[in-house]
């Protein structure tokens, strides 16, 4: 089936430590996209990616990192720097970046500090 | 950045009772999108719409585009229990490929 694979589903971070979401689409698209979401809000944009090996921070890129070196992965980094990471991580892709397309999005990955 | 006005935050409502809710904003728009997001998952899209005075149906669902591009309404007909969860509004502006996002509106069925 085609789709957004987000892994892992639940994911604990020690305190100084980075840890990576995966994201990864067979749906051909060329945009991705990271958002955090946290209790009882709407979605904030952290990174997306118009084309491969290209991205562009978002509202709230502080503390985050990615990287587009293939169309299907859209790898996201929660640095340390990140003073405050839990939350749930949805990846989204649409079919292209400079468009009015829907966003098709992943099951999410929930960060928790431990 | 910018967000969307979208109201209620909340509702209670019966299984059966018909559900409205909407978004506005003071900008204006060339595409809506309703998303529904369960507990614990990804939102899913519902509708798309496209066109100043567009009304689409998905099933129980209406959305329509608002004729002033500036705002758009979702209804729900016969409300039943797996209807519960968030409804998102999304939208593009003119200007920008960004999509912008409303709060959210959480539907929960009284009991």
């Known amino acids: 089936d085609g789709g957004i694979t987000q892994s892992p589903k639940y994911l604990f971070r020690k305190e100084g430590q980075n840890v990576t979401l995966s994201c990864e689409q067979n749906l051909n698209h060329d945009a991705m996209y990271w958002y955090r979401q946290d209790p009882g809000q709407g979605l904030r944009l952290i990174y997306y990616?118009?084309?491969?090996?290209?991205?562009q921070k978002g509202d709230i890129a502080e503390g985050y990192s990615v990287s587009r070196e293939k169309k299907e992965s859209f790898p996201l980094t929660v640095t340390s720097a990140q003073k405050n990471p839990t939350a749930f991580y949805l990846c989204?892709?649409?079919?292209?970046?400079?468009?009015?397309?829907?966003?098709?999005f992943g099951d999410g990955t929930r960060l928790s500090i431990l | 950045g910018q967000q969307l006005n979208q109201s209620p935050q909340s509702m209670f409502i019966q299984e059966g009772e018909d559900v409205s809710m909407n978004c506005t904003s003071s900008?204006?728009?060339?595409?809506w999108l309703w998303y529904k997001q369960d507990p614990g998952e990804g939102p899913v899209l519902l509708i798309a719409l496209y066109k100043a005075g567009e009304l689409t149906s998905n099933g129980r669902l209406t959305a329509q585009f608002g004729i002033t591009r500036k705002d758009s309404f979702l209804n729900i007909s016969a409300s039943i229990p797996s209807d519960v969860g968030i409804y998102f509004c999304?939208?593009?502006?003119?200007?920008?490929?960004?999509?912008?996002w409303g709060a959210g509106t959480k539907l929960i069925i009284k009991p």
């Open positions: 900008s204006i728009f060339n595409t």
């Open positions: 989204a892709s649409s079919p292209m970046g400079d468009s009015n397309q829907p966003q098709h």
């Open positions: 990616s118009q084309i491969v090996n290209d991205f």
């Open positions: 999304a939208g593009y502006m003119d200007s920008n490929y960004q999509l912008i």
